[in-house]
């Protein structure tokens, strides 16, 4: 595993209602070492961090104080990893082992796919990233 440097600031949807929701909760239980984006921000710029606006959107991002960029599955282990809990790093071992791994990534991109249809989230808030929008 990298190792990372704090703090990190998440990249959330913040007009995702289902992801809205989960940060809501991290937000609780961080400290310092946590910060939060919300990528549907108006002054939100996504250019500013070399990625797209629908890199951002298609899943969640980390990004540790010295710039390295996390996403997906990994993305969550880092947040996990910094939150002042016994739990949630125990979480980010356990999702970290090879076969668990595989399943979490397998399930995230699932989910991260289809989160717009799931309840909880607003009718239309969730774009579906467009496929040719170019990538850095």
Not at 16 to 28: F, L, Q
Not at 78 to 107: D, H, K, Q
Request: with cysteine; net charge negative.
């Amino acid at each position: 595993m990298k190792n990372i440097t704090y703090p990190i600031t998440v990249f959330y949807d913040g007009v995702c209602g289902v992801c809205s929701t989960e940060i809501a909760y991290y937000r609780t239980q961080a400290d310092e070492r946590v910060l939060f984006v919300d990528i549907a921000a108006p002054d939100f710029d996504a250019a500013c961090y070399d990625r797209t606006q629908s890199d951002f959107q298609k899943e969640l991002h980390v990004c540790d104080a010295e710039g390295q960029f996390f996403t997906g599955v990994e993305a969550f282990r880092r947040l996990w990893e910094a939150i002042p809990s016994p739990f949630y790093p125990l979480l980010s071992g356990f999702v970290g082992l090879p076969g668990i791994n595989l399943a979490a990534r397998t399930g995230y991109s699932v989910f991260a796919r289809f989160r717009h249809l799931l309840p909880g989230s607003r009718t239309g808030s969730c774009p579906l990233p467009r496929d040719d929008v170019h990538k850095h």
